[in-house]
């Protein structure tokens, strides 16, 4: 079992910056490959980022390529989103999400604990 806190969530006008972060219960967070997904009022939710919990690699949805940066911090049993250059189609609900598969999730199916969500506005 995990729980995962998502927090660091806000408004932020296009172009700025917000940094989400994660936090995850017990000791076998490294165990768990992490993704962030995110979902805006009235669409499904949409896969951003995993990192692999088995080489940590890296996959990122290509709207938010070169943009969005996933880095996870094992010691402190957190992940973090960077989010910049932030545009007003970015806005929804992202969500932390934490999976046992050892390849690349890109399917909220894959995973199979979540955060509650911290919402992100970007205004125009």
């Known amino acids: 079992q995990v729980q995962l806190v998502e927090s660091g969530g806000g408004l932020v006008q296009a172009g700025g910056s917000l940094r989400l972060s994660c936090a995850a219960s017990g000791r076998t967070f490294s165990s768990y490959a992490m993704g962030w997904f995110r979902q805006a009022p009235g669409k499904e939710r949409e896969f951003v980022v995993t990192?692999?919990?088995?080489?940590?690699?890296?996959y990122y949805a290509d709207s938010v390529k070169g943009r969005f940066l996933i880095s996870r911090d094992n010691a402190k049993n957190t992940v973090y989103l960077q989010m910049n250059s932030l545009k007003p189609e970015d806005t929804a609900v992202y969500y932390c999400?934490?999976?046992?598969?050892?390849?690349?999730?890109?399917?909220?199916?894959?995973?199979?604990?979540w955060g509650q969500g911290t919402q992100v506005t970007v205004s125009s």
């Open positions: 990192i692999r919990r088995s080489d940590t690699r890296t």
């Open positions: 999400a934490a999976s046992t598969n050892w390849g690349t999730s890109v399917s909220p199916g894959d995973y199979d604990y």
